[in-house]
């Protein structure tokens, strides 16, 4: 039995490592400087995205930067991703988890502060004392589910 289960997990290792293996191979090196990137608008939150690898319509991984203007405050919702980790690359940004805006459980994540986004956790932010620029990669699809209690 132990030999068994010492063949399985040799097995999903193997598997595991090829997946990964094969997504990376599956991209060209890509470099793109700052004013080349790509931003769009979401919604009308006055905040901004931008796609730097991948698709995130796709159930594959993908890389992508957020602006957020001072004094965005971005209510609670979740992903649906896989996973989502994320780091602040300039500015100040008061981040929690929850259903609900609560500025008291709120930290206060700096540059180079990270963070994980569980697939389905409810969380919400507030750039509220200037400009916010972060940078995120995860595994889509993607997409943006407003908590139920709002």
Not at 28 to 45: C, D, L, Y
Not at 78 to 103: C, K, M, Y
Not at 117 to 137: F, I, K, M, Q
Request: glycine letters at 10%; hydrophobic letters at 45%.
């Amino acid at each position: 039995m132990q030999n068994l289960l010492s063949r399985t997990w040799t097995f999903s290792l193997s598997a595991a490592i090829g997946l990964c293996a094969s997504i990376a191979l599956a991209e060209e090196p890509k470099i793109v400087i700052h004013e080349e990137i790509s931003w769009r608008a979401m919604g009308n939150s006055g905040m901004e995205m931008a796609v730097l690898t991948g698709d995130p319509r796709t159930a594959a991984p993908y890389s992508f930067m957020v602006k957020m203007p001072q004094g965005t405050r971005i209510p609670p919702h979740s992903h649906p991703d896989v996973w989502r980790h994320s780091t602040i690359i300039s500015g100040t940004l008061l981040w929690a988890f929850g259903d609900t805006f609560d500025e008291a459980a709120m930290v206060a994540l700096t540059p180079g502060s990270f963070w994980t986004e569980p697939s389905g956790a409810n969380h919400y932010g507030w750039a509220r004392d200037g400009d916010v620029l972060a940078v995120g990669t995860a595994m889509g699809p993607s997409g943006m589910m407003p908590a139920k209690s709002n």
